[in-house]
């Protein structure tokens, strides 16, 4: 007899309507938002923004490469479904609203997942109420940046997609252990696979739910295998589960591992940016509480706590457990303790992540949903008041956000309580400044340089429309952003960065202010130093070399005569004490051949007098050891200038025995101005630490230019491949070019 299912009565779809309707409210207000937002993406939304308008390109071009390779090849192609998976992207607007709205749909459908359509209206309503809780967390609502309120994502970051996508993964597993599915465990382990195709952390949200689940489903096999229809059963499921967990994982992580996504070179650079990130991102414990708050809210809390206590209420008074049940429930909560101690332990270990709290959001949500199927447990099982407790702290967040979202800008104390930044339109008019600023640059038709501290909102706001702008419309000329912070070299100012700049971007600091920071002698921190630079700025007129082409939410100087501007920046310099990172740094930049000859006396020489064209000079270039890292110093002349010295730099190559690039640095030679006659040579450096990959065995250098149709320089002698463009200096020898 063929089974038919039972009709589902009408009123208990109620609470089901109510969320449907909810998840239509939000996705109207969200994309109100979003399309009212003139700010470009900027960060990693730029690049997932890149990485579609790359990948649609290609293939309107016919080039079918491989999605995991197009540029930006660090960020994999499941971000492509957020940033343009309708086709070439004709704007942000809509990238920004899926960032946002998906991720809420996501946590919707994971939840009914995790405990499929209850046929009851208590359970119906328990489920819906912890849907629209879920759904309302804090962590889902950063729209733009607010002044004044801690954020941990915003619009066109994929954090929240990866969270959203590994709770859709930890609901199919969870079904599929309740009910014995392998297709639901097939879910599963594809959805788990796909976060590795939108971050690399998804690789450890599929070590915990496979491990969780082989461990689960073994000690259920376990627990009746002397039940041998039972046993049979479950010993099916386990080994039909593990091929498919196998099978599926293998091939994510293969094709992963084969293309450019996970290639040694990218896991070089996060290991030389995790030494930085573990002390620019330092937080205290005492910081933790606020970073948490602007995820999860209190209210979570509340209903987390409700619920293990009705838990185990139920399990030691009321005997509301059987003995099979008290197993599969203590197996979710116990799941759900360790996927957030692992992600705590991620966080702030592994990433070293600090106030970047987003790195917890995935193991958060899949810590809440295995709490879902043991909640509805003992809702269906309490008393109606304890019932109506729990829908009361479902209920109210929703109906908090609900009326945080219908406004354009709420207050900010609103806000900052809630954990959440709605507002939008604070910084529009930093966009019209940085606007106005690119019609001029425009007009010149040449790329301009534009050095920025980027510490405050105004500044990162500003920069990012050019790097927007570069692009959307890279034939088009725009202003290149540098500043001071460098995830391989470390967080400072680089004053040889300031000084070849066209332009200065920062926020003037107020009199008060300027006067209490100037007196500061001693500069012993990375914010020290970028507010003794604003104050010094911020004290500039036109008799100092600079002239000041915009000031509104940010200032914007133009040097004017480099001369001077650089003698007034070396004055200030000198009249303080700095950290010896800074000093390590900013060595003076102009020397004498009598001053190299002298400091290079006991250093390894391994290049002299080699000639890129007819332009630039490498008088002498030296390795020496720095600790566990060998510097590399060197020191320049521009023969004469041409019409292209603009965007010319010195690169780096570090390469293995065939010649593959495993690391790569560069040095702009822009802004060649020396002093006086005697002071011709230029220095400079850069470091390299050998122990970060044993196959790298030669150092390749060359003259390059932004504009690659520009090309190369030759080299006129030593060891050259790339056709004399590239010089090649082994790493163990004493003198390789004479």
Same mark, same amino acid.
């Given at each position: 007899?063929?089974? +038919?299912?039972?009709?589902? %009565? ?13 998840? *239509? ?8 938002? $979003?399309?009212?937002?003139?700010? %470009? ?32 090849? $660090? ?13 070439? %992207? ?39 109420? *912890? ?24 619009f066109g970051l994929v954090d929240n997609f990866l969270a959203g996508t590994a709770a859709l993964a930890t609901a199919a597993f969870i079904r599929s252990l309740t009910t014995g599915s392998v297709r639901w465990l097939f879910a599963g382990a594809l959805a788990a696979s796909f976060t590795l195709l939108i971050k690399p952390s998804g690789g450890a949200v599929m070590a915990l739910l496979g491990g969780a689940w082989a461990v689960f489903a073994s000690l259920k096999w376990l627990s009746v295998r002397h039940n041998q229809e039972a046993s049979r059963g479950l010993r099916r ?51 933790? %509480? ?39 429930m203590s197996g979710f909560l116990i799941s759900a303790f360790i996927f957030w101690s692992a992600g705590i332990f991620y966080w702030l270990v592994v990433q070293a992540g600090g106030n970047q709290v987003r790195y917890f959001h995935p193991f958060f949500l899949m810590g809440l949903i295995c709490l879902v199927p043991l909640a509805v447990h003992v809702w269906i099982r309490s008393s109606k008041w304890v019932n109506l407790a729990l829908a009361l702290v479902c209920i109210l967040p929703a109906s908090n956000m609900a009326l945080l979202l219908v406004q354009k800008n709420p ?134 070399? *600079? ?56 250093? +390894?020489?391994? $290049? ?46 570090? *390469? ?58 030759? $080299? ?23």
């Amino acid at each position: 007899m063929k089974y +038919k299912p039972q009709a589902i %009565p009408l009123r208990t779809l109620a609470p089901h309507l109510l969320v449907l309707f909810w998840l *239509i409210f939000t996705g109207f207000i969200i994309w109100f938002h $979003a399309g009212n937002s003139i700010q %470009p993406p900027f960060f990693d939304g730029l690049d997932y923004f890149k990485k579609g308008l790359n990948f649609w390109q290609g293939i309107m071009h016919g080039n079918w490469v491989n999605p995991f390779n197009i540029a930006p090849p $660090a960020r994999p192609p499941g971000t492509i479904l957020l940033s343009a998976p309708f086709g070439y %992207p004709v704007g942000f607007h809509s990238f920004y609203f899926r960032s946002v709205f998906f991720p809420i749909v996501c946590i919707v459908a994971s939840v009914y997942i995790s405990v499929g359509l209850p046929q009851s209206l208590v359970a119906g309503w328990c489920v819906a109420t *912890i849907a629209l809780l879920f759904s309302s967390l804090p962590m889902f609502y950063h729209f733009e940046w607010v002044a004044g309120v801690e954020s941990s994502v915003c619009f066109g970051l994929v954090d929240n997609f990866l969270a959203g996508t590994a709770a859709l993964a930890t609901a199919a597993f969870i079904r599929s252990l309740t009910t014995g599915s392998v297709r639901w465990l097939f879910a599963g382990a594809l959805a788990a696979s796909f976060t590795l195709l939108i971050k690399p952390s998804g690789g450890a949200v599929m070590a915990l739910l496979g491990g969780a689940w082989a461990v689960f489903a073994s000690l259920k096999w376990l627990s009746v295998r002397h039940n041998q229809e039972a046993s049979r059963g479950l010993r099916r499921y386990l080994i039909l589960g593990l091929m498919v967990l196998f099978a599926i994982y293998v091939v994510t992580f293969t094709v992963c591992l084969q293309s450019q996504y996970l290639s040694s070179e990218h896991f070089l650079y996060a290991r030389q940016a995790l030494v930085i990130m573990t002390d620019v991102l330092a937080i205290s414990f005492g910081q933790i %509480p606020l970073l948490l708050h602007i995820i999860m809210g209190e209210a979570i809390l509340f209903w987390i706590a409700g619920v293990i206590i009705l838990f185990f209420y139920l399990c030691y008074h009321f005997r509301g457990l059987n003995n099979r049940t008290f197993f599969e429930m203590s197996g979710f909560l116990i799941s759900a303790f360790i996927f957030w101690s692992a992600g705590i332990f991620y966080w702030l270990v592994v990433q070293a992540g600090g106030n970047q709290v987003r790195y917890f959001h995935p193991f958060f949500l899949m810590g809440l949903i295995c709490l879902v199927p043991l909640a509805v447990h003992v809702w269906i099982r309490s008393s109606k008041w304890v019932n109506l407790a729990l829908a009361l702290v479902c209920i109210l967040p929703a109906s908090n956000m609900a009326l945080l979202l219908v406004q354009k800008n709420p207050s900010v104390c609103w806000q900052r309580t809630t954990g959440v930044s709605v507002s939008i339109g604070m910084h529009d008019a930093v966009v019209n400044q940085a606007y106005d600023f690119l019609r001029v640059v425009r007009q010149i038709k040449s790329n301009i340089r534009v050095y920025s501290f980027m510490t405050g909102f105004p500044e990162l706001v500003f920069g990012d429309v050019g790097k927007y702008e570069g692009v959307i419309n890279p034939k088009a000329s725009t202003f290149d952003l540098r500043g001071p912070h460098d995830w391989v070299r470390g967080f400072m100012v680089r004053i040889e960065d300031l000084l070849s700049s066209d332009y200065i971007c920062f926020e003037p600091l107020k009199d008060n202010d300027i006067q209490t920071v100037m007196g500061f002698d001693r500069v012993q921190s990375f914010e020290d130093e970028n507010r003794v630079f604003h104050a010094w700025l911020s004290t500039l007129t036109v008799k100092d070399g *600079i002239e000041i082409v915009s000031d509104g939410p940010v200032r914007l100087l133009e040097i004017t005569n480099l001369c001077i501007f650089e003698q007034l920046t070396e004055q200030f310099i000198s009249s303080r004490t700095w950290r010896p990172e800074f000093k390590e740094a900013n060595p003076h930049r102009w020397w004498s051949d009598s001053e190299v000859s002298s400091y290079i006396f006991n250093n +390894k020489l391994v $290049a002299h007098e080699i000639e890129f064209g007819d332009l630039y000079r490498l008088h002498v270039m030296t390795l020496s050891p720095l600790g566990g890292k060998i510097k590399i110093e060197f020191w320049w002349e521009a023969l004469r200038d041409d019409d292209k010295s603009w965007g010319r730099g010195m690169f780096f190559h570090f *390469i293995d025995s065939d010649a593959k690039i495993r690391s790569q640095q560069s040095v702009s030679l822009d802004g060649y101005n020396p002093p006086s006659q005697e002071y011709r040579w230029r220095y400079g450096a850069v470091e390299f630490d050998p122990s970060i990959d044993a196959e790298i065995s030669a150092l390749a250098f060359g003259v390059w230019h932004l504009d690659h149709k520009v090309g190369l320089l030759t $080299a006129d002698k030593g060891v050259r491949d790339w056709n004399d463009f590239r010089v090649v200096i082994p790493l163990n020898v004493e003198k390789s070019v004479k």
